[in-house]
């Protein structure tokens, strides 16, 4: 059974950093690009970044420039979102999902008017909540 589990979210201050990782198991880890995705309150989900088994992040959302960033360890079958600089707006559940490198390498991830990726597993998601 594949497995996605995301952790690290919480409660922080405005100006705040947060580090969630997104562990996996089931699956080939090295063979899969992994996104993240983010769903407000009352808000379709959104791509946050993503981040192909080369190492190369991509992202087309603007939120994330200067404040965002993914990384991945392959020996550990995990992938971190490191989030700087938090503002309320980015209170959401935080999701990573998983999709073969054979079929997505992050391509218009994020994009506006694209539409999210179709992935092909999906993890529970973190609570990330900014206060003001």
């Known amino acids: 059974e594949v497995q996605l589990q995301a952790s690290g979210g919480g409660l922080v201050q405005t100006g705040g950093s947060l580090r969630l990782s997104c562990v996996a198991s089931g699956l080939s880890f090295d063979d899969y690009t992994i996104g993240w995705f983010r769903q407000a309150p009352g808000k379709e989900r959104e791509g946050v970044l993503c981040?192909?088994?080369?190492?190369?992040?991509?992202t087309y959302a603007d939120f994330v420039k200067g404040r965002f960033t993914v990384s991945r360890d392959n020996a550990k079958n995990t992938v971190y979102l490191q989030m700087n600089s938090l503002k309320p707006e980015d209170t959401a559940v935080y999701y990573c999902?998983?999709?073969?490198?054979?079929?997505?390498?992050?391509?218009?991830?994020?994009?506006?008017?694209?539409?999210?990726?179709?992935?092909?597993?999906w993890g529970k998601g973190t609570l990330v909540t900014v206060s003001s």
């Open positions: 981040i192909t088994t080369s190492m190369t992040s991509t």
């Open positions: 999902a998983a999709r073969s490198r054979r079929y997505y390498s992050c391509s218009d991830f994020g994009r506006r008017g694209q539409g999210n990726p179709r992935m092909d597993y």
